[in-house]
């Protein structure tokens, strides 16, 4: 299984969500899971934010692009790839002031390109092309947030990343929401944190049951069409 786990927590070794995601991926190696991770600190290495230049690039033809115009869109295209190249997505953030880090929404609008991470279909649909990945997000959040709260209804990062990644063809989304941490008192964030694990525990093992399921109908399939090769070769 191909993941690309992107982190977007500003802090370092404080940060929950990083240890989250860590977490998650321990357990899925525990689960035996083959893993080729492909790892994405948008701290560190973050995507430019929309330019007027970028703008204009990706909304002309591929075939009308001029050099400059192809340069501007190289790094997008690049993460592109990457994002359709993966099985699964493990995007791992806190909230900040109620939504995403500035960073992440950065990566948001390089990979959402017309004609590459969606397409617009002959009967004016738009044809998100992220069907097949398994998503993952993981955010961390200072306040509780949960139905009954009295924050409930200020919770904009989780319709965003819906709405953002639904665009893209992401259906189900899992979300694993270790809350409140920052402004409540140490039990209630040590309850929040095992109760992180143990929601991230059971999508690894979910997640490990489908990687298996898929990877024994690979070697029946492979089995069989060796057994036809050998029976034509025999006729």
């Given at each position: ?21 860590r ?22 290495d ?18 009308e ?77 200072g ?62 093992a ?30």
């Amino acid at each position: 299984m191909k993941i690309m786990h992107v982190d977007a927590s500003a802090k370092r070794e404080r940060s929950n969500s990083r240890a989250l995601s860590r977490y998650f991926l321990e357990r899925l190696r525990e689960e035996r899971v083959d893993l080729e991770v492909d790892y994405l600190d948008v701290t560190v290495d973050t995507p430019p934010h929309v330019s007027e230049a970028f703008a204009i690039a990706t909304y002309t033809p591929a075939q009308e692009r001029t050099a400059a115009m192809k340069a501007t869109l190289a790094s997008s295209d690049a993460l592109c790839r990457r994002l359709l190249a993966a099985d699964a997505l493990v995007f791992a953030m806190p909230m900040y002031n109620w939504s995403m880090p500035s960073a992440f929404k950065a990566f948001i609008d390089s990979v959402t390109r017309t004609g590459v991470t969606y397409v617009n279909s002959d009967d004016g649909r738009v044809v998100g092309q992220l069907v097949r990945q398994k998503v993952l997000f993981i955010t961390s959040r200072g306040a509780d947030l949960r139905a009954g709260s009295p924050y409930e209804s200020m919770d904009a990062l989780t319709p965003a990343l819906k709405a953002a990644f639904g665009f893209l063809g992401v259906a189900e989304p899992t979300f694993v929401d270790a809350q409140p941490l920052q402004f409540a008192n140490p039990e209630a964030r040590a309850e929040a944190l095992e109760r992180a694990r143990a929601e991230l525990a059971g999508v690894a093992a979910n997640w490990a049951s489908r990687a298996k399921r898929i990877a024994h109908a690979s070697v029946a399939t492979t089995v069989d069409t060796h057994h036809e090769a050998v029976t034509l070769c025999q006729e």
